[in-house]
């Protein structure tokens, strides 16, 4: 239930994704760090470049193939 609700959530802005990682913990900075830099970098990117967010499917790769 909470995937759907957090997907949901997502959607409400125009420039967001919901990405979703593999790793069961709570501290993904401990778990999985990877995804939180590569995450918090395509923020940065978006919003120093003023382009919207790369679209992302549900496992945390981006929907368009790039990271």
């Not at 900075?29 to 940065?44: A, E, M, Y």
């Not at 120093?48 to 790039?66: K, V």
């Amino acid at each position: 239930i909470w995937h759907s609700l957090h997907a949901d959530l997502a959607r409400l802005s125009a420039n967001s994704s919901h990405i979703v990682s593999e790793s069961a913990s709570h501290y993904l900075n401990d778990s999985d760090p990877g995804l939180v830099i590569g995450s918090i970098r395509r923020v940065v990117d978006s919003a120093r470049t003023r382009q919207p967010l790369a679209r992302q499917e549900a496992s945390g790769e981006p929907a368009s193939g790039h990271p």
